[in-house]
């Protein structure tokens, strides 16, 4: 009681998750305002304002809040003001834990909007039940809210997140900013011709000083598939988000030599392998890794061995793969498969039909749907209803494989970039290039190469 006069310090707690704020849009603004309002008009001092913006009153690893139970803990307030319980939590589980921390060190907590009572157990009893029907709209609040995303993201209506580089808003839709849109092109131009992401972005920052661009930043623009126009939310891909400013080919491509790129370096080996990454065992498909020997610059080696076989002893073979071999043999085989490979792409372009049975599938899947609604009905016999649903779903499973099929034997090559290859002197040219040219020339038009014992070789090209 000696404190009695003592000015009471308060704590104004606001909160509002992700979801809320983009359908409520100023909550939080309005939550601080009206617990200002009611201390001042009540005389009391306001200790702090604790503002948890877009976390949800089911996570207690909220910072605000865990800030605001740490000056609990070292007794800095006397109460804390909250415009609803659900600010503070909205389950019973939670909202215990919380109280917990409160009464060890007797402060309480005051809802503006709402009258509570904890200290009858009537009250005790309301503020279960309020907190029970709060977790009870939560959950179906969320799900509403996730329903109205789902819709607006099928309409390809832009609802929030932070714009990339060379997109921007209008009238809620993604459009390409025309002012950056050129970014984009050179940093995948770069990409292609260097195939560092390194000296993508030097390069780029070299251009575009103004943007103040960084390693993360450019990373971030070769990996972003909304610039082929595809999004990719919770719901899936959506596809014709937007317009695109890279085409799949393009971006594919850079994402299988950003993936292939991402093994790190021999200390020792400045230059790096030829082939890394792109060359697998024959026997069991594993990709070879480098070994690198040096006693000085002139006896330098680079070799490929199956780690399956040197970690694990799971693969039977051990041979210690020559560099330069590999690439003596490369060079011989290089022709021979190039041309197979175009001929037999010509081959299958000329003679591909594309059919799509997107109509069928969706004919069975409402087949499915109506089915299941008579039997719930119950105007159907569940003898009836297992034969029809198994000649149905049998159905359907043939033509998602006839689908696939079709889909995955669609022509997609670069067949000019490949014959070019056949028409220039290649092979005296790549003698003059250095390490870090050959390797970009490979990686540019060979997806792998299968290599066994005896190193026979086979080429996958793009």
Excluded at 1 to 7: D, F, L, V, W
Excluded at 216 to 237: A, H
Excluded at 430 to 438: C, D, F, G, V
Aim: charged letters at 30%.
């Amino acid at each position: 009681m000696e404190n009695a006069n003592k000015t009471e310090e308060v704590a104004l707690y606001v909160r509002v998750s992700t979801e809320e704020q983009a359908v409520n849009g100023d909550s939080l603004r309005t939550q601080r305002e009206e617990l200002t309002k009611y201390a001042l008009a009540n005389h009391l001092h306001i200790y702090g304002i604790y503002e948890d913006d877009g976390f949800s009153a089911t996570n207690l690893k909220r910072p605000a809040l865990q800030r605001l139970l740490k000056d609990v803990e070292q007794n800095k307030i006397n109460r804390i003001l909250i415009t609803k319980l659900d600010r503070l939590s909205r389950g019973v589980r939670n909202y215990y834990k919380i109280l917990d921390t409160l009464d060890e060190h007797q402060v309480y907590w005051q809802t503006v909007f709402e009258k509570y009572d904890s200290s009858t157990a009537n009250g005790r009893l309301h503020i279960n039940i309020m907190l029970s029907v709060a977790e009870n709209e939560s959950a179906q609040t969320s799900e509403r809210i996730r329903s109205v995303f789902k819709t607006k993201t099928e309409n390809k209506e832009l609802i929030s997140g932070k714009i990339p580089i060379g997109l921007k808003r209008k009238d809620k839709k993604l459009v390409i900013d025309e002012d950056k849109k050129q970014v984009i092109l050179d940093a995948f131009q770069f990409y292609k011709e260097t195939t560092s992401a390194y000296q993508t972005f030097q390069k780029l920052d070299l251009k575009y000083p103004e943007l103040q661009l960084n390693y993360m930043r450019t990373y971030r623009i070769l990996t972003n598939k909304l610039y082929t126009g595809i999004k990719e939310t919770k719901y899936g891909s959506i596809e014709d988000f937007c317009s695109s400013i890279i085409d799949k080919v393009t971006f594919e491509n850079t994402q299988r030599l950003l993936k292939k790129n991402a093994r790190k370096k021999d200390a020792n080996n400045s230059d790096g392998y030829i082939f890394q990454g792109l060359l697998k065992c024959a026997e069991c498909g594993y990709t070879l890794g480098g070994k690198f020997y040096s006693k000085n610059i002139e006896s330098s080696r680079y070799y490929y061995i199956c780690k399956r076989h040197h970690l694990a002893l799971k693969c039977s073979c051990k041979t210690n793969f020559n560099e330069q071999k590999i690439e003596q043999i490369l060079l011989n085989e290089f022709n021979i498969q190039l041309k197979k490979h175009i001929s037999d792409f010509e081959y299958k372009q000329k003679n591909y039909k594309k059919m799509n049975f997107s109509k069928e599938i969706s004919s069975l899947e409402n087949k499915l749907n109506k089915l299941k609604d008579l039997y719930i009905r119950d105007l159907i016999r569940i003898e009836d209803y297992e034969k029809d649903y198994k000649e149905y779903v049998t159905q359907l499973e043939t033509l998602y494989a006839e689908q696939e099929k079709i889909d995955t034997n669609i022509p997609n090559s670069n067949l000019d970039n490949l014959k070019s290859f056949l028409s220039n002197d290649f092979i005296s040219k790549y003698r003059l290039l250095s390490r870090i040219e050959k390797r970009r020339i490979w990686l540019s038009i060979i997806d792998y190469i299968t290599l066994d014992k005896d190193y026979n070789m086979k080429i996958f090209f793009i």
